[in-house]
């Protein structure tokens, strides 16, 4: 028998005289949906807001290339250097990628991929092999770092931060990988009640999700191993999306071929987000710690859109509700976002 997961969801109703429609009484239906591992809350209401633009990208690329420390002719000047018992070199290379210390720690092992010699690419013409070079380095970082948390819990985690409505504050692509004992706090939450489903059902929560999600309504796509949805809670304002490997817990895990499926399938997503007038976002690959053996996650990766809520004001599209209340908000629903970016992956490319 299936081990259960439960979609809940309850509806709001607020009733206003709309002064668009002559006072008459009105109701609005928002809606708060569960999360089926966690039980967060998370908020999908119908907002009017001002249609997106996309900015001018190539200006915005040649006036940060002079300043950038990642193009080739700066990254070796400026960007530091490991001590050799953690690297020889100093630095790691593969292909285009350079991985560096990040000159601005927030762990013990906190370092940056520069992803390409290229100042900027597109978010539609994503690159699959300099994608898949970034994290193969990205792993093989790790494995040479993880001896430096001694018999800490350790995780190795991977993120990328494309273009300033994303909190990214260089245009030159790049990743972020920290190898840490302190994953935090969504991460570390998920794990724990992944642990304690597989203690009460005997199966591992990713399973079951994967079961209840494959074909349904909130369904992408799967290849190579890789599984692509949109969760039944949204995180983004205009929706999100994630990724599960279907046999790995970690990135250590993954071989070149399952990393070159994962790069192709987001490079494809990504394209699909960019047709939608989208043009930055988050992704973090969310591990379990590198020694776990109990089976009860599969490494994920979630996809976060971000962009400006109004052209002219760029106001951000993350407010008091996501950051004092925990509380995720979105626009649109699931489904019909699920919908969209499974018409734009089939049409063809331009
Ligand atoms: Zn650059």
């Not at 720690?105 to 300099?130: E, G, K, N, Q, T």
């Not at 973090?284 to 710690?289: F, N, R, S, V």
């Amino acid at each position: 028998m299936a081990a259960p997961l439960e979609f809940r969801a309850t509806r709001k109703r607020a009733r206003i005289h709309d002064p668009r429609r002559d006072f008459a009484l009105a109701e609005i239906e928002s809606e708060v949906r569960y999360d089926p591992l966690t039980g967060d809350s998370a908020r999908i209401c119908h907002f009017a807001f001002p249609k997106r633009e996309l900015p001018e990208l190539s200006d915005l690329a040649e006036r940060t290339r002079g300043s950038c420390p990642f193009c080739p002719d700066s990254i070796e000047r400026v960007t530091p250097r490991y001590p050799a018992e953690l690297l020889p070199e100093g630095r790691m290379r593969r292909g285009e990628a350079l991985l560096v210390p990040n000159l601005f720690p927030y762990d013990d092992v906190s370092a940056i991929v520069s992803m390409s010699r290229a100042h900027f690419l597109a978010m539609d013409a994503m690159p699959v092999a300099i994608v898949a070079d970034a994290l193969k380095l990205a792993r093989d970082f790790i494995g040479a770092a993880l001896p430096l948390l001694g018999e800490r819990e350790s995780y190795g985690i991977v993120t990328w931060n494309y273009m300033p409505p994303s909190g990214a504050s260089q245009i030159h692509p790049h990743m972020q990988v920290i190898v840490t004992d302190t994953p935090g706090n969504q991460l570390r939450r998920e794990l724990d009640a992944e642990a304690r489903y597989l203690a009460r059902h005997g199966r591992p929560y990713p399973a079951a999700l994967l079961e209840a999600e494959r074909g349904g309504a909130r369904w992408l796509d799967e290849a190579g191993g890789v599984a692509w949805w949109v969760p039944y809670c949204p995180t983004g304002m205009l929706g999100d999306a994630q990724a599960m490997f279907a046999d790995q817990a970690t990135i250590s895990a993954c071989d070149d071929a399952t990393l070159e499926a994962f790069a192709k399938s987001l490079c494809r997503v990504l394209t699909a987000y960019a047709r939608m007038g989208l043009w930055s976002f988050n992704l973090t690959l969310m591990p379990d710690a590198q020694a776990e053996a109990s089976g009860r996650h599969r490494l994920a990766a979630r996809l976060l859109p971000r962009f400006y809520l109004h052209p002219q004001l760029h106001n951000s599209d993350t407010a008091y509700l996501q950051l004092l209340l925990g509380e995720k908000f979105a626009m649109l629903s699931p489904e019909q976002h699920a919908a969209e970016l499974r018409a734009l992956l089939a049409a063809p490319a331009t």
